[in-house]
């Protein structure tokens, strides 16, 4: 299918985020194991605790990781400029991975600002698609 070539560059970056996903979690898991923690159980909110920091970095990225996926995939189903959506995809992806690594060491002004630029990517982003939707 022609159209998913245009694409290509936004289709690695939303497999990026499942890998991110996926190492988030597995860093999560390994961390409640070495304290350790009762699954299920509720962590202590304490910054002080990288048990606590990994699981809230796990918590942010679910929190905007399905609105990164609507607005690539209508973004791309409406036919939206490949190019832009693609580098917004991947501005994305790497505040994400910059702000996972600044939440694991505890960086929190940096942390703070690679948040904000991965919501100014999805402000973007969703900006592309709705273009890509109005033609």
């Known amino acids: 299918m ?13 497999a990026a985020a499942g890998v991110l996903l996926f190492i988030q979690l597995l860093v999560a898991d390994v961390a409640g ?4 923690h009762i699954p299920g159980a ?3 909110a304490d910054h002080n605790k990288f048990i606590f920091r990994a699981h809230r970095a796990l918590g942010n ?3 905007s990781v399905s609105i990164f996926i609507i607005f690539t995939l209508v973004g791309i189903l ?7 959506l693609g580098r917004l ?12 690594l600044c939440y694991w060491f505890n960086i929190k002004l940096m942390r703070s600002v690679f948040f904000g630029i991965s919501l100014v990517a999805l402000l973007g982003l969703g900006g592309i698609m709705v273009r890509g939707l109005m033609g």
């Open 78 to 84: 409406s036919a939206a400029d490949p190019l832009w």
């Open 42 to 44: 509720p962590i202590e």
């Open 33 to 36: 194991m070495k304290v350790p």
């Open 61 to 63: 990225m679910n929190e």
């Open 2 to 14: 022609e159209i998913f070539a245009d694409y290509h560059m936004t289709g690695i970056a939303m």
């Open 89 to 100: 995809a991947w501005v994305y992806i790497a505040a994400r991975a910059a702000y996972m």
